[in-house]
């Protein structure tokens, strides 16, 4: 199996869905931490031209969760409830604040691939295809892409 | 403008959606309390075979659901987290527990058609078609139409 250092950003071409696989040098329960100790997530999350702060944040089955980046003077809030936690797989829902009817479906899987690494799966359905295809024209790949890599720079330091 | 009687249930060709669309004789406030509220909810919910109590009700932006439709010696229970709850449109995501990891979302809309009539959209939205055309081919149109006709009932006798 070949590792999957560069996020992969796929558009499924019968449902309005964005899947990204992504391997992490880290076992399952340090994504799943990553994922659901705000402390950490505010460190990764995003551009490397933001930053993020956590305006309230319950990461359980039933729970919810607000955090606002900041880029310059701008301030994007990012919205959403927490469906299950659970340690292999997280089901949220996700809203831009700047879009505020538009809801997109997360499921974030951790797959274990043996001693200290993981393989992210991480798909967000959304309530049409112009919706998804506006998610994947926003330049959302350098947020992803960039977070990820500074995701890599904690495991690498044992700050996760 | 026609007055839709029946839920009309759609499956929509490009997405994995169903849509149903109901009229009722009430208020949007009515309709909305009808769903928000779990005394009232459980009084119409579901076929008239079952017989429903609530587990867990927070009907808040951030808050979440359990429910427990009991037939017989059979249980089901159905679970979600409320992403938005506001005034003309509820946005919710639901499983039933028999299938544990599929999780549908569901929006809710409130139309106002002048005096005491509204207009209820309602949307599910699955991960795949698969899962959406197993809940068509599940029976759904039963429960819809019982529970509906029920809540026609409580509109009736001024009970919500």
Known sequence: MST???ARIEADPTVPVIRITRDFAGT???????????EIFVRWVGPDSTSSRIDHWDARSGGSFRYVATHG?????FRGCFHE??????VQTFTWEGMPDGVALETLVFEDLGPG???LHASSLCDSFEARDGWLHSG?????????????GLLRDEAV
Chains 1, 2 share one sequence.
């Open 4 to 6: 999957v250092t560069e």
């Open 28 to 38: 399952p329960e340090q994504l799943f931490r990553a994922h659901t100790d705000p």
């Open 73 to 77: 003077d701008d301030e994007h809030g």
């Open 85 to 90: 936690v659970r340690p292999d797989r997280i």
């Open 117 to 119: 690494r993981t393989r």
């Open 140 to 152: 959302m790949e350098v947020g992803v892409n960039e977070g990820y890599a500074k995701l890599d």
